[in-house]
């Protein structure tokens, strides 16, 4: 690796994670890229070259406490962390299996959790890093036949909170960024691709938006941020009955 500060993404194969590399690369990161497929984690290494960034590539499975000890391992010097691997899932109430549950988890909450217990001392040691978690808007909102999902996307939100109060001053930025509907592969993985047509266009957004709504919240060190107007415009209603059931009945999953 070069003398560039080092920023650690996971889930940077695609969508929002592969947004975070570009960006980071080019603002003069080299790259920790974690995901399972390695050939789109070597062809961004390709791509994040052009930038002048250089990758190493992590190939993990962090549904699995092996993979999120592999990533510790292979990153503990990083200056900043993207927190972002994830899958979501569409499944009634005692429809999934206790080891998926688990998977699930661990990919989604204790995992993201125990990256940071790992690598977050060190920074605030170095009085340097910077700490961005991907949450949802299912932290702010019950979603039905999604109760997995939104349970641990509230997990990490809660964490990400807390941690950002215990090192401000630090010189350690902890942001949590709880975006709504996002046009990536996440919802075609889970045969879940009729929410493109079903949710209304107004609101999806773009990783882009994403990731310059979290890096926006780091630099102002704000806690939670979600990106894109409309989700802006609406977070003071999130806790209400009405705007619940519009949101259930606009985002309904079947
Ligand atoms: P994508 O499906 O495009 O990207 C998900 C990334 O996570 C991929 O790089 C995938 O890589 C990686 N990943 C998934 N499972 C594992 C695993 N077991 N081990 C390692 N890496 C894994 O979706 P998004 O970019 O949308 O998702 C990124 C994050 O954003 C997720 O945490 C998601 O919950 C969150 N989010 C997304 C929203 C949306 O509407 N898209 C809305 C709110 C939050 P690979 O398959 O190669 O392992």
Known sequence: MSNRQLALITGASSGIGREFAMMLAKSGYDIVAVARRRELLESLASELQVLGAQTRVVVADLSTGAGV???????????????????????RVGTTPSDQIAKLNTLLATGVVEVCEAIVPRMVQRKNGEVVIVSSIAAFTPMPKSALYAAAKTYVMSYGR???LEVRGSGVRVCVVCPGYVRTELHQHAGLAHLRQRVPKWLWINSHDVVRAALSGLRKNKSVVLPGLVYRLARPFLGSRAVQAIWQSTTKRN
């Open 69 to 91: 000890q592999s990533v510790i391992d292979a990153a503990s010097d990083s200056d900043f962390l993207v927190l972002n691997a994830g899958i979501t899932r569409a499944a």
């Open 162 to 164: 807390s941690l950002n």
